[in-house]
């Protein structure tokens, strides 16, 4: 027989008396959760408290907790074939995996490299730039340029490639990484208006490109819409301006749409939205729809050349023992099909069509202003509301966990991402708490 709790004990009464044994991903604190369940949008935790999650867990439960067709996708691999021995072939949902991203891709895309997070892709792209150019007589074409500020991952490459001076504590990166301003930086730290920076920027990354030596730069890595910037999105004609410019000096392309892809900016990644194709393009996060650790390369027809003949099979090595793993890229291509056949597009249009006007009249209301592209909000906390604040993003973030919404908030910025499965009264629940915490957090600061 089981008790029903009518009233939430106290959070820290429902963790163990030892922690000491596990890691935590962030430090433990008053605030962390203990997790116990999830059906829809929503999670309960060990102390019986409910929270709506409007962030798709971290841009990865597009589909909600409790998506059948890809519980009985995974249910059926993992009793056929958990895992198969990757140094002698491989499995059959990963194959169609494949297939079912190049197809989902934009043209010209026509290989998919399998990984397992979002980390392991940055890197992969890295190594495939320099291999690439290698293989076709420039080994000196070796560096890579990235954002600063933009964030790229957590094993060592990738996170050289993340240029955040947080990341200094682990000592020096990666050498070869050259940072590069985006427009955001541009605008915020120089007063470069919106209509000027976006030329500005990819402007400099030309002269950077060419102060470094075209004949040393293997690709440029960039986020199309910067997480860390609180959803910083490209301005109009940026990137193509970008694609010209590495084009001039054969440069390679590389979009990290670990965040941004599969959907979430309403295309079926940003490169659709934008309208430029990159030659390389990292997907993660909702490719799997959070049912098993999945990410992905895709690269252009001239990228996969330099790995078997065109036309044919092509690998990339060294890989990793669950790259390509049959229980998750049988998730991975259940939430594909999903995708694709379920008028997800459509639903992710109109329910943003739905969210941005009212989270935009929230968001002015309380003295900030929205950013947004698909079902991908940043709220940028910048005018009366953020006046002598620190850390305003953090506080409002934390108000609405108090209230039972978890959404991500850092410096003077909060995001969300609902699921693609939200409806709108939840969008009309998430948006009460939010309001509820700026006006907390706002009042707090006058």
């Not at 989902?104 to 690439?132: Q, W, Y």
């Not at 099909?337 to 597009?345: A, P």
């Not at 991402?417 to 009042?443: H, K, M, N, Q, S």
Request: charged residues 20%.
């Amino acid at each position: 027989m089981t008790t029903t709790t009518t009233t939430p004990e106290d959070p820290a009464s429902s963790w163990p008396d030892d922690l000491s044994a596990f890691c935590f991903e962030v430090p433990h604190s008053a605030e962390s959760l203990l997790f116990e369940s999830a059906k829809g949008i929503r999670l309960s935790d060990a102390a019986g408290r409910s929270y709506l999650d409007a962030l798709s867990g971290v841009f990865v439960t597009c589909f909600g907790y409790d998506c059948e067709p890809i519980v009985g996708a995974v249910t059926r691999q993992l009793r056929t074939l958990p895992f198969n021995p990757p140094l002698h072939g491989t499995n059959r949902a990963a194959l169609e995996l494949a297939r079912a991203l190049v197809d989902l891709a934009p043209p010209g895309i026509t290989a998919a490299k399998l990984v397992n997070g979002g980390s392991e892709a940055v890197e992969a792209a890295m190594r495939l730039a320099r291999l690439h150019h290698r293989a076709r007589g420039n080994p000196g074409k070796v560096k890579i340029l990235s954002y600063y500020h933009g964030y790229h991952g957590a094993t060592f490459g990738s996170l050289s490639l993340t240029g955040r001076p947080d990341v200094t504590r682990f000592g020096p990166g990666l050498p070869g990484v050259v940072h590069v301003w985006p427009p955001d930086c541009l605008e915020s730290f120089w007063d470069v208006p919106p209509e000027q920076s976006g030329a500005l920027a990819a402007s400099m990354i030309e002269r950077t490109i060419e102060a470094e030596g075209p004949d040393s730069v293997a690709a440029i890595v960039m986020e199309p819409v910067i997480h860390l910037r609180g959803m910083a999105i490209a301005p109009a004609d940026y990137l193509a301006r970008v694609r010209e410019v590495c084009d001039r000096h054969g440069v390679l392309l590389v979009f990290d749409e670990i965040v941004t892809g599969f959907g979430r900016t309403g295309a079926p990644f940003a490169a659709q939205t934008f309208g430029v194709t990159p030659d390389i393009l990292c997907v993660g996060k909702g490719i799997s729809g959070g049912y098993a650790p999945l990410a992905a390369v895709l690269m252009a027809g001239h990228i996969a050349e330099t790995l078997g003949e065109s036309g044919g099979p092509v690998s990339f090595a060294p890989s990793h023992t669950y790259a390509a793993n049959p229980l998750a890229a049988a998730a991975g291509l259940a939430a594909v099909t999903l995708f694709r056949e379920g008028g997800y597009q459509e639903r992710i249009t109109e329910l943003a069509a739905y969210t941005e006007p009212r989270l935009r009249a929230l968001a002015e209301g309380h003295g900030a202003t929205l950013r947004a592209v698909g079902l991908l909000y940043g709220v940028k906390l910048t005018g009366a509301a953020a006046e002598g604040a620190e850390r305003l993003g953090e506080r409002v973030a934390s108000a609405c966990l108090r209230r039972g919404l978890i959404i991500r908030g850092q410096d003077d910025w909060v995001v969300l991402a609902p699921a693609f499965v939200t409806t709108t009264a939840e969008i009309d629940e998430i948006l009460g708490i939010l309001g509820e915490a700026l006006e907390e957090v706002r009042g707090a600061g006058r």
